[in-house]
């Protein structure tokens, strides 16, 4: 007689660490954390991270699972710090039908009729900037891109100007800090001091809703645009969640967005025969007026490079899912339980997708190589799926316009001997912060 037994699959290699903090320290601390142990370990492999056991998987299979099994196997999630300090009310945290008709709600924002009325008021920004740095003649960057980035943030999502509130870029920079931490709440912890400058910006945001909701109506910025939205049933955003979701958008469209203009700002300087060739389609397309987004479609050089430059660095590495369903994978048990974390830059240097993929190589992205359309789920720099980044069209018309007016009017080199190693949390930065001589060209 033949007895059948349904052997489990064994749990992926890998380690869990210390009790309670597992290996978090080492991958909040690491730039190669992942690295090292898929060179040990393979694509797939355990550890415990933020207070969970963790499988981390790599590459686009692996992505393609991840992210069309939402709802079934997996729901979205993030470390306990980052779903505090975002609040119960943000789109990012809300999962199942109530994510989706947020989301279509949320989306009314940055349809195209909305983008193209960002364009004017993002190009008197970033012509401010620019002749700000020409003036300072040497300057460190990275800190400069980010007041950039919350200026345009503010004007074009909530409406108002930071140089009149300069205690709000404050209070953000300090909640940024906490967003993914350890979740201790003492007050001299970054995840108490976090949760301290949340109360302040929801304070600040909930005055500046209330305003206007006293004013005319407007849709020239996303808050103007979100106050008017209604769902299907003809409801609104209520206070609470207006308050969450717009410290959302603030956040979305300000860390990731630094971090992805300032890798184009570092690699370009780092290969000045592609910014050449970027330089020369501007002079070639001489255009006059101010920018418009037809201009801008018709840069299709520079275009590549920006796709380039997502996917050398990408600004977002990965992302967190709860296994609401125990299943398999590739033979391994991903545990009910337990976390996953996909990762996209381990999935934008697999040299089976991209060729030599430690290269800096725009022409990748040429109409005769496409190398991101070989394999679905290979090319992810915002995410993927049913939660792919609702803001991609915002960031790329941003980054998109702000390499364009640099690269017509002005020319910036590295200033030797400083450490361009990149800190990967929140977001990719050099580690001495982007240090430049810039002038006008």
């Known amino acids: 007689m033949n007895i059948k037994y349904n052997k489990q699959p064994p749990l992926p290699p890998g380690k869990l660490g210390l009790p309670m903090i597992g290996e978090t320290i080492s991958f909040l601390r690491d730039a190669n954390f992942t690295k090292k142990r898929q060179q040990q370990y393979g694509s797939i492999f355990k550890t415990h991270l933020f207070g969970r056991p963790t499988v981390l998987m790599i590459g686009f299979e692996a992505n393609r699972f991840l992210l069309t099994n939402e709802n079934q196997y997996f729901s979205a999630t993030w470390p306990a710090s980052t779903k505090a300090l975002l609040g119960p009310a943000s789109l990012a945290v809300q999962t199942g039908g109530i994510h989706q008709k947020r989301r279509k709600l949320l989306s009314q924002a940055f349809q195209p009729r909305a983008l193209t009325g960002y364009v004017t008021k993002m190009a008197e920004i970033t012509q401010t900037y620019l002749h700000k740095w020409e003036s300072l003649g040497t300057l460190t960057w990275y800190p400069e891109l980010r007041q950039y980035t919350f200026d345009v943030a503010c004007k074009l999502l909530i409406g108002t100007d930071t140089t009149s509130d300069r205690q709000l870029a404050e209070l953000f920079e300090e909640w940024c800090e906490g967003l993914f931490t350890i ?22 945001i909930e005055k500046l809703v209330l305003q206007r909701q006293q004013q005319p109506s407007s849709s020239e910025d996303a808050l103007g645009i979100l106050l008017q939205a209604k769902d299907e049933e003809g409801n609104s955003l209520s206070l609470p969640e207006l308050k969450d979701q717009v410290l959302l958008l603030l956040f979305a469209g300000h860390e990731t967005l630094t971090s992805a203009i300032a890798s184009f700002c570092l690699l370009l300087a780092q290969h000045p025969e592609i910014l050449a060739t970027a330089r020369v389609e501007q002079q070639q397309l001489n255009i006059t007026e101010p920018l418009s987004i037809e201009h801008l479609n018709q840069m299709t050089y520079l275009d590549q490079v920006l796709k380039e430059v997502l996917r050398v660095i990408p600004p977002v590495g990965g992302g967190f899912r709860d296994v609401i369903k125990s299943c398999e994978f590739n033979g391994y048990l991903i545990p009910e339980g337990w976390s996953v974390l996909y990762q996209i830059g381990g999935t934008h240097q697999d040299s089976n997708i991209y060729t030599d993929p430690q290269s800096f190589d725009p022409q990748r992205f040429s109409p005769e190589r496409i190398e991101n359309k070989t394999k679905p789920f290979s090319y992810l720099p915002f995410g993927g799926g049913v939660r792919e980044c ?13 390499a364009a007016l640099l690269l017509r009017e002005y020319d910036w080199q590295l200033i030797p001997d400083q450490n361009l190693d990149l800190v990967m949390i929140p977001a990719p930065h050099p580690r001495d912060q982007l240090k430049v001589n810039f002038q006008h060209i």
Not at 189 to 198: A, I, Q, V
Request: one cysteine or more; a positive charge; proline letters at 6%.
């Open 183 to 204: 979740p201790i709440s003492l007050p001299w912890t970054k995840f108490g001091r976090g949760l301290s400058c949340r109360q302040q910006l929801l304070a600040k």
């Open 390 to 402: 609702l803001g991609r069209e915002f960031a790329k018309l941003e980054m998109k316009l702000f």
